[in-house]
Structures are given as structure tokens and as C-alpha cells.
């Protein structure tokens, strides 16, 4: 076997290993990178102040779940947030209360806060 041959071989390998270690690298940063990103936009939220109460006696006796306040700890703003309020029994919603939706003030929470 030809030495120069097998130099411009070992060259060709070790070239591709290279690339192969740059192509690792360059898809590793991007999802660093997407990871980042997506921390940056999204909101994150806290409630303060719950609890959950009992209610009602006897037959009536059920528990409440209150917030005080719900705050927007993340890096991202908080639109368009709507709470839901349903109790389901047997796959039929046997209590429902209307949804509420948030104000911009979640968003000027998250603004403030950077």
C-alpha cells in the first residue's frame, strides 16, 4: 500500500470526524438557543393567597377554592388568559360558574418585573 495514499486517507477521515463533531455542535447550540427562546416569551404564572375553604353544611357542605391574586412571574406577557370553573360528576358538569377573563394587567405585571 502506498503510504501517501493511506496519509491522504487518514486526512479524509479524520476530516469527516471534524465535520461530523461541527454538525453536533451547530444542532446542539440551536436548541439551546430555541430553549432560550421560549423562556423569553412565556408567561408564567403564580396564584397568591389560595385556599380552599369549606362551605355550606349538611348535605350542601362543599369546598370553595380562593385566590387572592394571580401574578404574572414570567419573562413573557399574558394574553388573552380566561379562567373556567366546572365540577364534573359521571362526565356531566353538575356545577358551573361563569369564565373570567384576565385584564392586561397580568401583562404590565410581567413588564415591570424584567
Known amino acids: 500500500m502506498n503510504p501517501a495514499m493511506s496519509h491522504a486517507t487518514i486526512a479524509a477521515l479524520w476530516s469527516a470526524v471534524a465535520a461530523s463533531f461541527s454538525a453536533l455542535a451547530a444542532v446542539v447550540a440551536m436548541l439551546i438557543q430555541r430553549r432560550n427562546l421560549l423562556e423569553a416569551v412565556r408567561p408564567e404564572f403564580v396564584l397568591v393567597g389560595w385556599g380552599r375553604l369549606p ?3 349538611g348535605d350542601a357542605a362543599h369546598k370553595v377554592i380562593t385566590i387572592q391574586s394571580i ?17 364534573m360528576i359521571d362526565h356531566r358538569p353538575v356545577a358551573v360558574l361563569s369564565t ?10 410581567s413588564r415591570t418585573r424584567r
Open 55 to 57: 362551605r355550606g353544611d
Open 71 to 87: 401574578k404574572n412571574v414570567g419573562r413573557g406577557a399574558a394574553l388573552h388568559v380566561q379562567l373556567d370553573s366546572m365540577y
Open 100 to 109: 373570567k377573563r384576565l385584564n392586561s394587567r397580568a401583562e404590565r405585571v
